[in-house]
C-alpha cells in the first residue's frame, strides 16, 4: 500500500516560477489537504477538498490554487512563487474531519529564491 | 492566538526514562490526536481519542475533556523515539500545535 504520495520532494524555484505539486491516495479517501509546515509553527492548512471537484480555502489559501479532477488526486499550484512560499508542504487524505484520522505524505521541500 | 499549546517545546532525556509531554486547547473538539514526525520525514498518526486514555506499547495518551489537556506519556524511552510530536484536535476543522521536539540519548 503506497498510502499518500508526494511529488517532486524537493525543489528549487526562483520568484516568479510556476510549479504543481502532485498528491496521491490510493485509500478512496473523500478529504483531502494541504498544509504548510514553517519552523516554530504548526501545520497550516492552505486548500483543502472534501470531494472529487470540489476545492475550499484554509487558513492561508493566498497565492495558491487547488484542483481535484479525480478523487485519488489533489494538486497544489503555486502561479508566481515568491520567497515566503518557501516551506515544506504536506498533503493528507482522510475520510472525513470528525473523529477520522489524516493520513499524510513525506512532505515536499520547496525553496524559492 | 493558538488553539493548541503544547508544553514543553524542547525535551531532552536519557535513554530508559518516563517522559510526558502536554496538550492543552481552547476550542470544543470532537478528537485530539496525537502525531509523530521524524527528522526529514513524514508524519504518523499515533493516537486518536475522544476520552479516558488509549495504550499502544510504550505510548500511552489521555485525556481530561472538562480541562481541556491532553498528555503522551512515553514509558522507558529510547533513542528511536527521538522525534516531534505533534498535538492536534478536530472540531469543525484541524488545529495543530506547534510540535514537542524529543532527543533521547543512549
Known amino acids: 500500500n503506497a498510502g499518500v504520495t508526494q511529488t517532486p520532494k524537493f525543489r528549487v524555484l526562483k520568484t516568479g516560477q510556476s510549479m504543481t505539486l502532485l498528491c496521491a491516495q490510493d485509500?478512496?479517501?473523500?478529504?483531502m489537504y494541504w498544509y504548510r509546515q514553517d519552523p516554530g509553527m504548526g501545520l497550516r492548512l492552505i486548500h483543502y477538498?472534501?470531494?472529487?471537484?470540489?476545492?475550499a480555502k484554509g487558513e492561508v489559501p493566498d497565492g495558491y490554487n487547488v484542483s481535484r479532477l479525480k478523487k485519488q488526486n489533489f494538486l497544489l499550484g503555486l502561479e508566481s512563487a515568491a520567497p515566503s512560499q518557501t516551506s515544506v508542504y504536506f498533503c493528507a487524505s482522510g475520510q472525513g474531519v470528525v473523529n477520522q484520522p489524516q493520513h499524510f505524505g513525506d512532505g515536499t521541500r520547496l525553496s524559492i529564491l | 492566538k493558538n488553539e493548541v499549546e503544547q508544553s514543553p517545546q524542547n525535551l531532552t532525556a536519557q535513554e530508559g526514562e518516563f517522559i510526558t509531554i502536554n496538550c492543552s486547547y481552547s476550542v470544543g473538539i470532537s478528537a485530539l490526536h496525537w502525531l509523530q514526525q521524524h527528522p526529514g520525514g513524514g508524519i504518523v498518526s499515533l493516537f486518536m481519542?475522544?476520552?479516558g486514555k488509549k495504550k499502544h506499547g510504550r505510548l500511552i495518551a489521555t485525556i481530561n475533556i472538562q480541562e481541556k489537556h491532553s498528555s503522551l506519556h512515553i514509558t522507558a524511552s529510547h533513542p528511536r523515539d527521538s522525534a516531534v510530536y505533534i498535538c492536534?484536535?478536530?472540531?469543525?476543522?484541524?488545529?495543530f500545535g506547534t510540535g514537542t521536539s524529543l532527543t533521547v540519548i543512549p
Open positions: 492536534a484536535v478536530t472540531g469543525n476543522q484541524f488545529y
Open positions: 481519542l475522544s476520552s
Open positions: 485509500m478512496n479517501h473523500e478529504y
Open positions: 477538498s472534501v470531494g472529487e471537484g470540489t476545492t
